[in-house]
């Protein structure tokens, strides 16, 4: 099979994108959800069985899923909550085949966060897995406006009036709604239009060296969420653009990990820092050498103590990269050659077309080798080309991060003396726990109201295994008692509203904490004070009360 050329043809969307692929690839395998991902769901009697679909069956599938979906007349974004699953490519591409937007949303959120995202997001339909169908009614049904919610087998009811004629899809038309935490409360949303999934594709099938797709030939297996945008755009539209097979688990499973790996025939993966720590952690085994199959893992944020024994036990290298889903591969930036700097935090250098400095706070260069923050922007005529295209309705924060006329990240990086680039620390309100991006407004909004807390701040942690953790230092209403109850009653109401790993792991009751003049916290100094009292053991860890729901 041969690498990837420029001369093969740009898709204008998605949904053309398979349709190439499908040309000209028609039985080769373009989804597969290994048996250990969908046994919950999916056997042949009582046997496990996996899910394949080649290219020529999925692109049947859309094909059909769109004619359903044009008879609907449909005429805003649906709200997708499809988990990972061969229903989210299906109903996602068939709509985009319309020109028609989708919210994805994550399905292990509270009750009480979804509604948030239909309402700011202007969904006007909900499709559903069958199993989630009732609980979302239920939730529409409390919206000032309830919202129709169907199942992939069930969208054939809808009625939105005159079915829909051929539109005009553009590079232009809005893709995908993919909503990120940002450092001001309420989680933002991203408009995605085609050509930043195109760009997606395009920037992947052209890097080289230690990542060099070969057409028609990829297997590519991710555990990541698709309501986020490195399963949904990254790894998706690197493998609709060559041809490859990618290889979805509905998450991570450390027990059955690498028999995924080896069953599904995985050439290269995606991870987050969490995955080879926690890998790491597993018993050593004679057949832990994955050199002869795996030729590399693509993410970032792994332990810097963690990068070179990963590599030296498992037997392939772990590229780290940096993107944030404002700057889509428009920005990427990626160690796929070396040096790579092991263990120094370093996620490569610029591409040529991108152009990129680092700032102090008052935005003003710094000198090689002294931290900033980075800002990038696309070099040429249209800075923010393979960008998003904006925060929905949100003219003032949209242009805040492009303040100056670069894309203002808050991660502070530093240059190293050949030019590479490496994390340092964030300038921004936001944790950093398992690749999820924490807004910290937003977890003190949904501790404000329980009646123990007077004061919360919340703050990023070291967690050897999840890169950062959620602490929060309270300050409690006179009465109650800073003990081990009152962390658990505060921690159980913060689960009732927000998803489980938003929720706060280490308490930290203090009397008073640092303010500025003007009364706003110290968030340096409050960051300094909870590391301190983990350190010193004075910290409640309720890290193990953090799971997922059974029920969702």
Known sequence: MSKVTATNPIPTSPREALAQSA???????????????????????????????SYEKLEAAVTRGTEIWAGTGINGRVALVLENRVDFFVQWLALNALGISVIPINHEMPDEEIPYYLEHGE????????????????????????????????????????????????????CALLYTSGSTGKPKGCVLDNDYFIQQGLWYRSLDGHISLQEGAERLLTPLPLSHMNAMSVSTMAMLMTGGCLIQLDRFHPSTWWRSVRDSQA??????????????????????????QIRFGFGAGVNPAHHARFEKRFGFPLIEAWAMTECGAGGAIIANNEPRHVGQCCFGKPLPIIEWQMVDE???????????????????ANPRKG??????????????????????????????DDGSLAFVDRRKNIIRRSGENISALEVEAALADHPAVH????????????????????????GFIPDLATA????????????????????IFASSLPVTASNKPKRADIKALARTALEDGSAIDLRPLKKRSASK
């Open 23 to 53: 040309a000209k690839f028609p039985r080769h395998e373009a989804l597969h959800i290994p048996a250990t991902a969908c046994a919950h769901y999916a056997s042949e009697g009582d046997v496990p069985a996996a899910i394949s679909l």
């Open 123 to 174: 969904a006007v339909a909900i499709c559903a897995l069958a199993e989630h169908v009732e609980r979302l009614t239920d939730i529409s049904s409390s919206l000032e406006t309830p919202l129709p919610v169907v199942s992939p087998q069930s969208v054939i009811a809808l009625n939105f009036g005159k079915p829909l004629s051929a539109p005009r899809i553009e590079f232009s038309t809005e």
């Open 267 to 292: 050439t290269a993966l995606h991870y987050l820092g969490v995955l080879p720590a926690i890998l790491l952690a597993l018993p050593e085994d004679e057949a832990d050498d994955f050199s002869d």
């Open 362 to 380: 008052a935005k003003q260069p710094v000198d090689k080798g002294v931290p900033g923050e980075l800002r990038v922007r696309a070099k040429g």
């Open 387 to 416: 960008y998003f295209a904006g925060y929905l309705n949100n003219p003032e924060a949209t242009a805040e991060v492009w303040a100056d006329g670069w894309l203002n990240t808050g991660d502070v990086v530093v240059e190293l």
């Open 455 to 478: 004061t919360a701040v919340v703050t990023p942690v070291p967690d050897e295994m999840r890169g950062e953790e959620v602490a929060s230092c309270i300050i409690l209403n006179e």
């Open 488 to 507: 658990k009653s505060i921690q159980g109401h913060a689960l009732g509203k927000l998803v489980y790993f938003k929720a706060p792991a280490w308490f």
